[in-house]
């Protein structure tokens, strides 16, 4: 293949062009069609980034690509060309040598991606010998190098572990080995960093900016997350239904999106300057395979939409160089990512949220907390030592506020939300709940605060229990907590608590698996509000969510807070969330707070090192945000043994002799910010 392109001011040869290609699932005797008409192009050194909500076809584009699709999957049309070869026309003989040595995939869960029961080193060793021919001793040389390349310390110990033995950002690190093992020229990176906290998540970013400079790969990048494009992408093309809606340079895309369904994507992001107020939402959801609609397939929920575009699909309409669009509006009518900003008033503002009144005292009270997990060897399973998941945590909340408690993963603010809820047995320590002691309490004088104090999971989908319609799943608790209204009266308040959610009544009458992720969401928020609480555990709520409905969840909550007066510890690593709905901030580390403040305080002003890094570490969906990047060496120690001294020594570049002989003690900087950290004593 000769034709080039520009890419950074060079002509870079054209690795991978895609025209007209059409994908289909079979349901029954008919197909239906997941990717219709979808064309591109990636050239080596670029990064093409696919950015659009689930459902939209990005992930089957990706996999019809390598011809992976599930057994119901078809390509029915287009063409695929990599590298001058045809892959539609070559027998899957050939395919097999073009994935991992022409074409190779990151996926999005390597847990589930990579074979539970090989070895990391059995498993580059697979690819090194299928691509490269190299077995035996080159072999696992080659493998100590890749391990090495993606950044994994001891490569030499890694090539002998289980996928299981390794933290998240290790398995994805391998993940990546696993991809670049046999010298791939296109690497495709199916939302590569969406479960990983934002230190990982830079590092994993860096290595494969870095890697693709090397190598000079081109890249087609898989997410839905704004900021990640804007670090990564060269060229960005938005998904909606199944067709590219828009394409345009990244400098073009952030300055001046054409598209309603691109410019609603960015008003959906929190924002800074409506901090606590209600961010624009997308209405609906994309529609599904078998209602597919005629016209332009996001008119119906298009505040723009006019009669041609219900019954006129668009043609692709070129803007400026190098940037198109599939619309029916004229110029003038599009307008850049500002037109379609945060609207609308605050729900709740710092003003507007109940303050503690005096004498009163807090409605969740937690002293010095902690929850050790006894570690037990031996054919008498005697205890040798502990895990110290929470040691020693400390925090209130009043009625009305929202806490945020941030961290890295294993840093303990899951353990911290369930050992409140009296979930996980506390082993040291005290919670109340508005002046009454809960630990020691049997269960059944649980029962009367239980009801007051409600918990949302992280996946919905895991936490809703698929045999039960929706309204015995609201039910149930209300039976269990002593707040069920009999008959007519009971069917009564699940409707209500499904209108105060924004569901339709009739969602009582079906289940799970008919809603979604969105709306799974705001059944497990119905599910708690029901029981009438005063204190509700968010743990991360958001974060498996697309930008457009993390933005219908965040204005639900505000408005529930508002109406209710209800008060929300927020466990989560998203700190765009934190600033838009938190009032005061918390920062863990190996299950201590080592800084705690309002947003403005820990956010704008962030004293200890690991709030710092973590800061720098978030990426911003602005090209004109770069903070320097905090590097963190390794990752965080094990809580079944940590550090001596300060905890997070190992990992910090300002550490002193103090910090590595004595744990520091709180510093107060101001009235309501403080932090534990040997350069504030």
Known sequence: ???????????????????????????????????DGVSFSVAAGE??????????????????LLRLLPAAGRIVGGQMRFAGRDLLRLPEAEMRGVRGGGMAMIFQEPATSLNPVLTVGHQLSEVLERHLGLAGQAARARALELLMA??????????????????????????????????????????????LDVTIQAQILELLRRLQAERAMGMLLITHDLGVVAQMATRVG???????????????????????????????????????????????????LSEMPGGCRFAARCPHA???CRQQSPQWRQVAVGHRVRCHLDDGQGAGAGSGGVSGTAVGGADAVAVQPMGEPALLAVDDLRVYFPIRRGILQRTVGHVRAVDGVSLELARGRTLALVGE???????????????????????????????GLSRSAQRPLRRRMQMIFQDPFAS??????????????????????????????????????????????RYPHEFSGGQRQRIAIARALAVQPDLVICDEPTSALDVSVQAQILNLLATLQADLGL??????????????????????????????????????????????????????????????????????PSPANPPAGCHFHPRCRQASAACRERYPETSTLTATHTVRCHLYR
């Not at 009296?422 to 005290?430: K, T």
């Open 1 to 35: 293949m000769n034709e080039k392109v520009d890419v950074g001011g060079t002509r870079n040869e054209i690795l991978l062009a895609v025209d007209d290609l059409r994908l289909a699932f079979a349901s029954g005797r008919s197909l239906l069609t997941a990717v």
């Open 47 to 64: 990064t093409l980034a696919l950015l659009g909500e689930s459902g939209c076809g990005k992930s089957a584009t990706a996999l019809g």
């Open 150 to 195: 993606v950044g994994i310390a001891d490569p030499e110990r890694r090539l002998g572990e289980y996928p299981f033995q390794l933290s998240g950002g290790m398995k994805q690190r391998v993940m990546i080995a696993v991809a670049l093992a046999g010298n791939p020229s296109l690497l495709i990176a199916d939302e590569p960093t969406t479960a």
């Open 238 to 288: 938005v998904m909606y239904a199944g067709e590219i809606v828009e394409e345009a340079p990244r400098a073009a895309f952030f300055s001046s999106p054409r598209h309603p369904y691109t410019q609603k994507l960015f008003a959906a992001l929190p924002n800074l300057a409506q901090r606590r107020g209600r961010l624009e939402t997308i209405p609906g959801q994309v529609p599904s």
């Open 306 to 308: 006019w009669d041609r």
């Open 409 to 439: 993963s294993g840093c303990g603010k899951t353990t911290v939300g369930k050992a409140i809820l009296q979930l996980i047995m506390a082993s040291a320590g005290s919670v109340r709940l508005l002046g009454q002691e809960l630990g």
């Open 464 to 509: 809703l229990n698929p045999r039960m319609s929706v309204g015995e799943i609201i039910g149930e608790g209300m039976q269990a907590l002593g707040v069920d209204p009999q008959g007519e009266g009971r069917a009564a308040a699940i409707a209500a608590v499904l209108r105060q959610v924004g569901l339709d009544v009739a969602a009582a009458g």
């Open 567 to 636: 008060a929300y510890l927020f466990i989560t690593h998203n700190f765009a969330v934190v600033d838009h709905l938190a009032h005061a901030v918390a920062v863990m580390y190996l299950g201590r707070i080592v800084e705690r403040g309002t947003v403005d305080e820990v956010l704008r002003s962030p004293s200890h090192p690991y709030t710092q890094a973590l800061l720098s570490a978030v990426p911003s969906p602005r090209l004109d945000a770069r903070p320097d990047y905090i590097r963190l060496p390794g990752e965080i």
